[in-house]
């Protein structure tokens, strides 16, 4: 934005120039009347057609900056989504991963402790095999 001020600035300081120095040059050059009203005509014309020049090529910068903001501003959407999908995409498979491997551990702590479950229960039957048969060992004494 400075550098839009700065050069806007440049070419009304220019511009400003040109007429007042034009101008001054006129006023003091030793002339006819008539030639220094055709002088002015001629450096008036020549203002003029700088100004309209001028303002052409700021017509073409500006239009070139428009142009260069808005496909740098598509640029920089189309990559913003890019790397949102890619994120999403990426949130997406941790996920996944994160819920295959705890069914994977849910699967085989629930495994082992039925497994657990099942000796326990052989155990106390063999304890209590063996608690039956001390008893009977003892009454037969």
């Given at each position: ?86 994120a ?15 069914e994977?551990?849910?699967?085989d ?33």
């Amino acid at each position: 934005m400075s550098d839009q001020i700065n050069s806007k600035d440049f070419i009304i300081g220019t511009l400003v120039g040109g007429i007042v120095g034009a101008t001054v040059a006129l006023l003091f050059a030793p002339k006819s009347g008539k030639e220094l009203r055709a002088d002015i005509n001629e450096g008036a014309s020549q203002v003029k057609e700088k100004a309209t020049e001028w303002k052409e090529l700021a017509q073409e910068k500006g239009t070139e900056w428009k142009e260069l903001a808005q496909e740098k501003g598509t640029e920089w959407y189309e990559k913003g989504t890019e790397l949102t999908k890619q994120a999403i995409d990426t949130t997406s498979e941790v996920t996944k991963d994160i819920i295959d491997k705890t069914e994977k551990v849910t699967k085989d702590l629930s495994s082992k402790i039925n497994k657990t479950e099942e000796k326990i229960e052989e155990i106390k039957e063999e304890v209590e095999e063996a608690i039956d048969e001390k008893l009977e060992a003892v009454k037969e004494d």
